[in-house]
């Protein structure tokens, strides 16, 4: 019951009622811990997630590198990417896991479609969310084509301090290191270096941003 009055209070000045009753009549919800794979690479995508709590980290993978942060999801949204796999009954090419602990309602892949034809304002969110993914990724590719690493560096801490809504980040370097598609040396040494300019702390596996 919490997890429907959830659906109501975060998609209400979007969804029309019909639309969250709909929602909470045919959504499953499910609760995962911190880095747990919802989708991963090579699956058939069933459903999409609508997101009542916490942050997912959206990934690409790299085959010679690893994977490649994306962009992540907040609460209030969804997947464009799981989206556009479901629609066109294709596998994923994207890697979902959990940042921090999340809630998640998740839409068969069918419902989806109906309300695509049935409800003008799911319509509409599913369109805003490729728009606001498609601008992610351009950020996103900007920020590998444009920036040098510790730029990327600056920008990853902030953005993911921001989404885990804290000032200490509890990643290791080689984990960082890999969510940059770069190597576990050249983070620590950048890491070190905005140590050194007193923008950040190094602790024991933690980061602090001042």
Same mark, same amino acid.
């Given at each position: 019951?919490?997890?429907?009055?959830?659906?109501?209070?975060?998609?209400?000045?979007?969804?029309?009622?019909?639309?969250?009753?709909?929602?909470?009549?045919?959504? #499953?919800?499910?609760?995962?811990e911190e880095d747990e794979v919802l989708?991963?690479?090579?699956?058939?995508?069933? #459903?999409?997630?609508?997101?009542?709590?916490?942050?997912?980290?959206?990934?690409?993978?790299?085959?010679?590198?690893?994977?490649?942060? $994306?962009?992540?999801?907040?609460?209030?949204?969804?997947?464009?990417? @799981?989206?556009?796999?479901?629609?066109?009954?294709?596998?994923?090419?994207?890697?979902?896991?959990?940042?921090t602990k999340t809630t998640v309602a998740?839409?068969?892949?069918?419902?989806?479609?109906?309300?695509?034809?049935?409800?003008?304002?799911?319509?509409?969110?599913?369109?805003?969310?490729?728009?606001?993914?498609?601008?992610?990724? $351009?950020?996103?590719?900007?920020?590998?084509?444009?920036?040098?690493?510790?730029?990327?560096?600056? !920008?990853?801490?902030?953005?993911? !301090?921001?989404?885990?809504? !804290?000032?200490?980040?509890?990643?290791?370097?080689?984990?960082?290191?890999?969510e940059l598609n770069t190597s576990r040396?050249?983070?620590?040494?950048?890491?070190?270096?905005?140590?050194?300019?007193?923008?950040?702390?190094?602790?024991?596996? @933690?980061? !602090?941003?001042?």
């Amino acid at each position: 019951m919490e997890k429907k009055k959830a659906v109501k209070k975060i998609f209400d000045r979007f969804f029309d009622k019909d639309l969250i009753d709909a929602i909470n009549q045919s959504a #499953s919800f499910f609760e995962f811990e911190e880095d747990e794979v919802l989708i991963d690479y090579g699956q058939y995508i069933k #459903s999409i997630p609508l997101l009542l709590d916490g942050a997912i980290k959206i990934l690409r993978e790299d085959p010679d590198m690893g994977d490649l942060l $994306l962009y992540y999801l907040e609460k209030g949204d969804s997947c464009a990417l @799981s989206m556009a796999c479901c629609m066109g009954h294709t596998r994923s090419e994207i890697r979902a896991i959990t940042e921090t602990k999340t809630t998640v309602a998740m839409i068969p892949t069918d419902t989806m479609e109906e309300w695509m034809q049935k409800y003008p304002s799911w319509r509409f969110f599913v369109l805003n969310s490729y728009h606001k993914r498609f601008n992610e990724l $351009l950020m996103a590719v900007d920020n590998i084509a444009f920036n040098n690493m510790e730029q990327r560096l600056e !920008t990853y801490l902030l953005e993911t !301090t921001r989404v885990n809504n !804290t000032h200490t980040l509890n990643k290791t370097h080689r984990e960082i290191a890999n969510e940059l598609n770069t190597s576990r040396v050249v983070i620590s040494r950048l890491l070190k270096k905005l140590e050194n300019e007193n923008k950040i702390q190094l602790n024991r596996n @933690s980061i !602090t941003l001042f």
